[in-house]
């Protein structure tokens, strides 16, 4: 199967698993073709002028970079007509983004996270996008409660790395599989079938300069990680979708826990910590707020944050044990 085309595998997929739909399929036709737009204008950022911020802000108050905008505008524009979504929503965009009457509605709704560790844009390091696919539920009016469903709802989920390669990491509750960017054919080709995170693994990866606003628990944690004799290393990229996709395949441990600066964590829930919280449970791994599985969290909020500690599984199961019962 290594090499096969991510088209062919999604329709191979379809055959097996009686209950996955064409639609669907061709859903993430589109997802592929707005990913490949994103790769080429992410690969040429240092060519063309475009690196830097617009001046704008974003719902969250923070800076907008110019490529943040131009992969949200790519991901609506690709995604609203091809008759597979009731609606979206993106980090970039306050409010649900409706599909416009002109178009014919269908029945999924996309989340996504179009350009996850923008910061890195103009030191060229690896960014990437995160996308989260519910099916709705009712009428299919794309209603802010329509979106707000716990991750364990989720059908599809996964992320595009723009890294050394691009690659396209997705999971349909099936496993988790890896497709790498042929740029000379312009295909995504099978290359990490059936990924399987490290039960155990040997990375640590959290923004120390936060530790000044660390909680007990966390103090705790990392000092152990750091005495423990299996030699831990730590690494952190800042680009949540790369450290994450490194811990994956290598194992380890990513930790954004609640502090007293970001009391209820900083990352989203349901474009950033859902999506690779069903990836990470399907690759084996496990994610949690520390005292509460990811994927049970009932949202309030379209942007709502969370703590976030994921990855190889008897990693986060012994940190869990410093923050259970911990208030910030
Ligand atoms: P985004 O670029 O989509 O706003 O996300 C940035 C996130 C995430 O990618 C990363 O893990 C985290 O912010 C880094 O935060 P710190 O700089 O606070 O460590
Ligand atoms: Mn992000
Ligand atoms: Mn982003």
């Known amino acids: 199967m290594i090499g096969m085309t991510l088209t062919k595998f999604l329709l191979e997929e379809q055959r097996r698993y009686p209950g996955s739909t064409g639609n669907f399929t061709s859903l993430f036709a589109d997802l592929v073709m707005a990913a490949k737009i994103i790769s080429r204008e992410v690969n040429r950022a240092g060519l063309i002028d475009i690196l830097g911020a617009t ?157 000044r606003y660390w909680l007990p628990g966390t103090s705790s944690y990392i000092e152990k990680v750091k005495r423990d004799e299996k030699g831990f290393t730590g690494r952190y990229v800042g680009s949540l979708v790369s450290d994450f996709h490194r811990n994956l395949l290598k194992g380890g441990i990513f930790l954004y826990p609640a502090d007293a600066k970001s009391k209820k964590g900083k990352l989203r829930l349901l474009y950033e910590a859902n999506p690779l919280s069903f990836v990470v449970e399907q690759a084996g791994g496990r994610a949690s707020t520390g005292d509460k599985r990811i994927l049970d969290i009932v949202p309030e909020e379209l942007h709502q944050r969370t703590p976030l500690i994921i990855g190889s599984r008897d990693d986060v199961l012994e940190a869990e044990g410093f923050w259970r019962n911990q208030k910030v």
């Open 55 to 211: 001046g704008g802000k974003n719902t969250h108050g923070e800076e907008v970079q110019k490529l943040d905008e131009f992969a949200n505008k790519t991901i609506i524009n690709t995604l609203e007509n091809g008759g597979h979504l009731a609606g979206m929503a993106s980090e970039e965009s306050e409010n649900i983004i409706k599909i416009d009457g002109k178009y014919p509605k269908g029945n999924y709704l996309l989340l996504f996270d179009p350009l996850d560790g923008s910061s890195n844009i103009d030191v060229n390091i690896s960014v990437g996008t995160i996308f989260s696919i519910l099916r709705c539920e009712g009428g299919c009016d794309a209603t802010d409660k329509e979106f707000l469903r716990p991750g364990v709802d989720q059908v599809a989920a996964g992320y595009i790395l723009y890294g050394s390669s691009t690659m396209f990491v997705y999971t349909t509750g099936h496993g988790v599989h890896g497709f790498t960017l042929d740029p000379g054919v312009g295909e995504f080709l099978l290359s990490h079938e059936n990924i399987k995170i490290p039960e155990k693994g040997k990375i640590y990866s959290i923004n120390e300069g936060n530790s």
